[in-house]
């Protein structure tokens, strides 16, 4: 059996094809490359075309052999494990050859970093059912999100039914796509330039009677930053409300920021310089 190098478009059924072509043509993989990725090698090396039905007769013949693995290959090819074509290919190669015994020892070495690699996008995608903060932009919700995953295939039944009569969108930074909803019909499709509109002025006025209030009920006794990471890592503050700058509360075509009745000065959020701000009336 010969040595190759694939490059596919980067789609799930793309990668599906790799692994039907390598088998079709009695090829070893040594390495899957994306096609934007532009990998030089010394093995001999081909473009696999994405063909539908070679992808559903080798997903077909995963979920026959075990609907577990047919699961870790879903979720392991949203993940942002290093080389995880590799690792998935390797899955579907031993599920073949030795059967689904192996999927029950956690350690095997082949299972194991696909298996962390799924547990780390579940952790995450858990954490952002909370850590997401939606903005009311002329009758349409919009959010964003930095995940190391691709998450949104995760969160979008989540969302869909917690927000079912509104219209919402939810933009990955990371890997600029985007989940769209309205009506009931929910797509997440690729968005190569995308920057947030700013607030209006009732827009802006909440999310400063948001931060407030995060930043009143503080006990500053009680302050504990490393207990606070450990539930809340800070590499997801940069789209979290209460860690903003005074831009984020700036109204639409307004040099001046939201103003809020009756609302205290709390204790400012982390990294963040207190804004200098009236007291609130009595």
């Not at 690792?87 to 070495?109: A, I, M, P, T």
């Not at 039944?157 to 933009?171: D, K, N, P």
Request: with cysteine; charged share 25%; net charge neutral.
């Amino acid at each position: 059996m010969s040595e190759m190098v694939y490059y596919y478009d980067g789609s799930f059924d793309g990668f599906l094809c790799c692994i039907f072509e390598s088998y079709a043509n009695k090829e070893v993989l040594t390495a899957i490359y994306r096609d934007e990725d532009d990998i030089p090698t010394l093995f001999a090396s081909r473009t696999i075309s994405t063909d539908k039905n070679h992808a559903n007769r080798v997903l077909r013949k995963v979920v026959k052999c075990s609907t577990c693995a047919a699961e870790l290959l879903h979720k392991g090819f949203l993940t942002c494990l290093p080389e995880k074509e590799m690792h998935l290919y390797r899955l579907v190669v031993k599920l073949l050859r030795e059967g689904c015994g192996f999927l029950r020892n956690f350690s095997d070495e082949t299972l194991y970093p696909v298996a962390a690699a799924v547990r780390h996008l579940n952790g995450e995608a858990h954490l952002l059912k909370g850590f997401v903060r939606f903005s009311e932009l002329g009758g349409v919700l919009g959010g964003e999100i930095e995940p190391k995953n691709r998450v949104l295939p995760l969160l979008r039944s989540h969302f869909c039914a917690r927000y079912q009569g509104e219209s919402f969108f939810l933009y990955d930074r990371t890997h600029k796509e985007a989940l769209f909803y309205s009506a009931g019909k929910a797509v997440i499709r690729p968005v190569e330039d995308f920057q947030m509109a700013p607030p209006d002025e009732t827009e802006a006025r909440y999310r400063l009677l948001w931060k407030r209030f995060y930043d009143t009920i503080a006990i500053k006794e009680r302050e504990n930053p490393s207990c606070r990471m450990t539930n809340m890592p800070k590499r997801y503050w940069n789209t979290m409300t209460e860690f903003q700058t005074e831009e984020h509360f700036k109204v639409q075509n307004s040099p001046a920021d939201a103003s809020t009745p009756g609302v205290p000065v709390g204790i400012p959020a982390p990294e963040i310089p207190p804004a200098h701000e009236p007291s609130a009336p009595a």
